[in-house]
């Protein structure tokens, strides 16, 4: 470990600047005041100009290079954000609540992003509302059974296709099948009918099964023109990220759940034989990047009613703390996420014990190597149908509590992240989006956190 730090702490002192430098407002990043005298400095902004000062620069992620006079060079990635979000709208009223638990005569033995929809537009217009919140929707690890929390998904990024109203799906009132769509909405009824009816639980998997045979009649019907166009302007604006989520899922079909588990050379998500899989899957790959573009149109379509019922926030989601160590982004991902480690909690006057949480921890090396790259994706994707998002722990922002694998919570260890750069990404996203953000804060919080919170 002192070698690892000590190596570290070597390669950072030989740059002229930090991987990722962040400045606030329009003034001059502090980083930069530390240069040596006559730095010549490059900027290339994300509008893709050039400027020689850092003054005055817009919002965004620039390319940044600074030279000295002796001609030592540094590259690095620099941030600049709004000096905070501004004051929320005005105080309102609102409700939570548990989507899956939000059923209607209309859904499919859980509630669904119509039935949000319904509440949203009820509520802002006869009640005065000013948002709903929601669990986190992000896409889960597949069953059967499922993984049933919804704070340990297997993608953040992407959301769960369980929850699309599938009635509201253009296609599938085309599919071929029709006998199998009567039997499919015979068995939607026997599902809703026993939680509305009967008292039974939700089964989240049944649920999911039926819908999934749903929609994949509704995949073999072809897209019109104008669908077609949107669709693929979907997928050419999501990129590697969604192509390799889908390839995940369609993979996790062949061999299942947990992609430690797979065939060695389908654990690296950029194998020639993961190509090759690719290829030979592209059907599968194809439906499950077409329901991730279903449900975000559906996703957003709640958050358009919303505003429409005169709600001044609309949908408020959830951002979960960090996802399953077996999913997709875990997967996708590998090199921010730090091997062999867990996120949990010290031992507190509510556990002595401490806690481990299961999930693996970005390594703040790379998020800063990377300009905080995969953080702004995430963030991005999520704020393109919320009106405001609540950060779950969001002291994980500034520090996380890594567990060993195989040791016990006490013996886990804070490991620090670069709050200003997270929170920067933070502020220029929401900025971006016209949202709010709200911080959980329950748990141990160091001193300092609400203060920097409550500034930006």
Not at 38 to 49: C, D, F, K, N, V
Not at 57 to 79: E, F
Not at 99 to 117: I, N
Not at 240 to 265: F, I, M, N
Request: proline share 8%.
């Amino acid at each position: 470990v002192r070698t690892a730090l000590t190596a570290r702490e070597q390669a950072l002192g030989e740059r002229l600047l930090p991987p990722t430098v962040v400045g606030w407002g329009t003034g001059t990043p502090a980083a930069l005041a530390a240069l040596p005298e006559a730095t010549r400095l490059s900027i290339r902004t994300e509008q893709g100009e050039t400027r020689g000062s850092a003054d005055r620069l817009p919002p965004g992620v620039h390319a940044l290079t600074a030279t000295t006079p002796d001609g030592r060079t540094t590259h690095a990635h620099l941030i600049v954000a709004p000096a905070g979000l501004p004051a929320p709208p005005a105080r309102s009223c609102g409700l939570l609540v548990q989507l899956y638990s939000l059923l209607s005569r209309r859904s499919w033995g859980m509630g669904d992003l119509a039935d949000l929809g319904e509440l949203a537009g009820w509520a802002g217009r006869t009640l005065g509302a000013g948002f709903v919140q929601v669990n986190p929707l992000h896409a889960a690890v597949p069953g059967p059974p499922t993984d049933p929390s919804p704070y340990r998904p297997s993608s953040r990024r992407f959301p769960d296709p369980v929850h699309l109203r599938v009635e509201d799906v253009p296609e599938f009132a085309y599919a071929g099948d029709r006998d199998r769509v009567r039997t499919l909405l015979e068995r939607a009824g026997e599902l809703r009918g026993a939680v509305l009816e009967k008292g039974a639980l939700i089964d989240r998997d049944a649920v999911w099964e039926a819908k999934r045979e749903a929609l994949e009649l509704a995949h073999e019907v072809p897209l019109g023109p104008g669908r077609r166009a949107a669709y693929a302007d979907f997928l050419a604006g999501q990129g590697q990220a969604l192509e390799d989520h889908a390839t995940w899922y369609a993979l996790a079909e062949v061999h299942g759940a947990d992609w430690h588990r797979w065939p060695a050379a389908l654990r690296d998500p950029r194998s020639p034989e993961t190509a090759r899989a690719r290829r030979e899957l592209a059907a599968r790959v194809d439906f499950h990047s077409r329901l991730v573009w279903l449900t975000d149109a559906q996703l957003t379509a709640a958050q358009r009613t919303a505003r429409e019922a005169g709600m001044p926030v609309g949908i408020v989601h959830d951002l979960a703390v960090g996802v399953h160590p077996a999913g997709a982004d875990a997967w996708a991902q590998q090199e921010y996420f730090a091997a062999g480690m867990s996120v949990g909690a010290p031992p507190d006057a509510f556990n002595a014990r401490g806690q481990d949480w299961g999930l693996p921890p970005w390594r703040p090396d790379r998020l800063a190597d990377s300009g905080y790259a995969p953080f702004r994706a995430l963030l991005r994707a999520l704020f393109r149908y919320a009106g405001a998002l609540r950060i779950d722990h969001v002291m994980g922002l500034f520090r996380l509590w890594w567990v060993p694998e195989g040791h016990p919570p006490t013996e886990g260890t804070y490991v620090r992240y670069d709050a200003e750069a997270m929170l920067a990404v933070l502020v220029l996203e929401a900025s971006r989006a016209g949202a709010v953000v709200i911080g959980e804060d329950l748990g141990t919080v160091e001193p300092g956190v609400r203060e920097a919170l409550r500034e930006r």
